[in-house]
């Protein structure tokens, strides 16, 4: 809906009154002027007198009182502004809010990541705020045991998760922060004062592995079954969150593979993390259901895909 400075489209009637006579009167209360509350509505003067005089009709009493030298509003008019401001304001956000909603910028961005939001990508929920303030945006953490549940449930509308995604129903969108694997070890474990591991090494000690709901494949990623030359890796317990598995490398009951955001925000005074070669980098995914794809999901993608690589 056009504000009081804009042109206003085609008229539309609330009651007896017209929406462009109000118009007309808000921008005239403003600049108590006609030529300039004209040139605000791209209107001429003329049309200006008649769109008040319009209104004043329908009310049947005068709003503003207009000599050569000056332009003021009545009383009548005065208390007319102080209940017309707030009844208006209100139409036009209930318009707005409805034209938001039909082109799908409205409500929340519901965002799930799992792990650690690092790396820029708070900078970015707040580029995109400050670009969309309306968007309001929500933040949720994933279990580590769940990461797609959050999308098949509409939980959140678009998720940060450790990739890959193999999902049907999911539309994987920007990829970002690939970063080396780590081991995380107890500091009594062999390990914990080597400068490095061969992804080799990791068939010397048991895995922590990640509990269901998550897919096997994924379950098979994050914690693999087998070295990259086919020798077994044994098998430790499986977490259904992080803090479960950093508790069980600290006792020393498995190691687990974390990717490097991970290591820098969880440091512990009894878990180190060394680096592994000959695995693949680990990666971030940003994954939104096919079927919800919104006009603030298609937004924030983009805000992703500019700012990070």
Partial sequence: MAG?????????AVGTVEIRELECFL????????GRTGERLYVSQSRVSQLIRSLEQRIG??????????????RLGEDFLTALRPAYTALRDTVDNARAAASGLSGPLRIGF??????????????????????????AELPLSDPFGPLHRDEVD??????????PALVLGPVFSRQPQYLAVSRRHPFADRTGLDAEDLATAPLVGIA????????????????????????????????????LVAANRGVMLLCHPTTEHHQRRDVAYVSVTGLPDSALGLVWRGG??????????????????
Avoid at 27 to 34: K, N, T
Avoid at 216 to 245: F, H, K, M, N
Avoid at 294 to 308: C, K, N
């Fill in 61 to 74: 009493a005068r709003l503003v009182d207009r000599t050569s030298r000056r332009v003021r509003l009545t």
């Fill in 114 to 139: 799992q792990g650690v939001v690092g790396y820029g990508f708070m900078d970015v929920i707040g580029e995109f705020e400050d670009r969309f303030p309306e968007s309001a945006t929500r933040i």
């Fill in 212 to 247: 269901a709901p998550a897919p096997d494949y994924w379950r098979e990623a994050q914690a693999p079954t087998r070295t990259p030359s086919g020798t077994p890796i044994p098998q430790g317990p499986e977490v259904s969150t992080l803090q479960e598995g950093l508790s």
């Fill in 292 to 309: 919800r794809e919104t006009a603030w999901v298609r937004a924030f993608a983009d805000a992703v895909a500019d700012a990070l690589d």
């Fill in 4 to 12: 009081p400075g804009t042109t206003g489209g085609q008229r539309a």
């Fill in 158 to 167: 678009i998720a940060v998760v450790l990739l890959p995604v193999a999902e």
């Fill in 27 to 34: 921008v005239l209360a403003e600049e108590l002027h006609f």
